[in-house]
């Protein structure tokens, strides 16, 4: 079992950035394409980020290409989203997941372990 943790969320100013962070423990973490999801109020969740197990590949949804970077360090166990120029359109809960698909990208039913999600607010 893969228990993971989120932190760094909060609220900030729009055109600002913040870092996510998720900690893993329970698995071997490099065995696992580790991703990132937001949902915001009323809406369904949606994929924002992957990171492949060596961090050498990373697929981004098209409404945080070249704004949202993901990274990840197997010695420490964590996954990363740096969110740069941040809209009132970011606001939502963040959640990382963890899949051990064999496919790229993972599909979001390919997600066996959910965190339980960071706030993150982005005032105008």
């Known amino acids: 079992q893969v228990q993971l943790v989120e932190s760094g969320g909060g609220l900030v100013q729009a055109g600002t950035s913040l870092r996510l962070s998720c900690a893993a423990s329970g698995g071997i973490f490099s065995l696992y394409l580790m991703g990132w999801f937001r949902q915001a109020p009323g809406k369904e969740r949606e994929f924002v980020a992957v990171?492949?197990?060596?961090?050498?590949?990373?697929y981004y949804a098209d409404s945080v290409k070249a704004r949202f970077t993901i990274s990840r360090d197997n010695a420490k166990n964590t996954v990363d989203l740096q969110m740069n120029s941040l809209t009132p359109e970011d606001t939502a809960v963040y959640f990382c997941a963890a899949s051990r698909s064999g496919g790229w990208p993972p599909r979001t039913y390919d997600y066996g372990y959910w965190g339980q999600g960071t706030q993150v607010t982005v005032s105008s």
């Open positions: 990171i492949g197990r060596s961090g050498g590949s990373t």
